[in-house]
Antibody
Framework: QVQLVQSGAEIKKPGASVKVSCQTSGYSFTVYDINWVRQATGQGLEWMGW????????DYPQKFQGRVTMTFNASITTAYLELSGLTSDDTAVYYCARIYDFWGASDFWGQGTLVTVSS | DIQMTQSPSTLSASVGDRVTIICRASQSISTYLNWYQQKPGKAPNLLIYAASSLQSGVPSRFSGSGSGTDFTLTISSLQPEDFATYYC?????????FGQGTKVDVK
């Protein structure tokens, strides 16, 4: 069965970087794109970008450009999100999600990784 | 950016009620509209994609409609497990954007 399993919670200081992993299984890793979405406590969903694990192509919203990097290691079917220059506003649960098809919907999601930014 | 606006923000309903949630896009997005359900502490769950296509495994009481700028998610008969927050998302343009969410709670 399709599974996306994310790395554990992180506590970071302001200005630091964080790297979240998303280990996938149960499907062909390079066939499906990956979204990253975050959610601050009590808030809505925020799209952080998209990655093609076959070509390495990415697209990031302007808000995150220069701070976010999405990468992958196909040999271990794992995707990564790295966010630098952390502030308290980056405290959130970060989700990876498989993009289902042409319509761009996400059908399988990781369990989420809580990143807390605090001095 | 394409802005997605959901209404209402909160909806109080009872088991068995017919529930309708509206999502409006700031420009035409054809049918590139998806609906997700999210329960506290859990990842979102895809309900509807392409505005009206029911995701595999999702109960048939959920349905979606609309095209262009106006969309609806309908729950034909609300069940206890349907109390949750619902989000629409457009996948027509970049950046992908979500509505602010609609919380369905107990009346």
């Amino acid at each position: 069965q399709v599974q996306l399993v994310q790395s554990g919670a992180e506590i970071k200081k302001p200005g630091a970087s964080v790297k979240v992993s998303c280990q996938t299984s149960g499907y062909s890793f390079t066939v499906y794109d990956i979204n990253w979405v975050r959610q601050a406590t009590g808030q809505g969903l925020e799209w952080m970008g998209w990655m093609n694990p076959n070509t390495g192509s990415t697209d990031y919203p302007q808000k995150f450009q220069g701070r976010v990097t999405m990468t992958f290691n196909a040999s271990i079917t794992t995707a990564y999100l790295e966010l630098s220059g952390l502030t308290s506003d980056d405290t959130a649960v970060y989700y990876c999600a498989r993009i289902y098809d042409f319509w761009g919907a996400s059908d399988f999601w990781g369990q989420g990784t809580l990143v807390t930014v605090s001095s | 950016d394409i802005q997605m606006t959901q209404s209402p923000s909160t909806l109080s309903a009872s088991v068995g009620d017919r529930v309708t949630i509206i999502c409006r896009a700031s420009q035409s997005i054809s049918t590139y509209l998806n609906w997700y359900q999210q329960k506290p502490g859990k990842a979102p769950n895809l309900l509807i994609y392409a505005a009206s296509s029911l995701q595999s495994g999702v109960p048939s009481r959920f349905s979606g409609s609309g095209s262009g700028t106006d969309f609806t998610l309908t729950i034909s008969s609300l069940q206890p497990e349907d109390f949750a927050t619902y989000y629409c998302q457009q996948t027509y343009g970049y950046p992908r954007t979500f509505g602010q969410g609609t919380k369905v709670d107990v009346k």
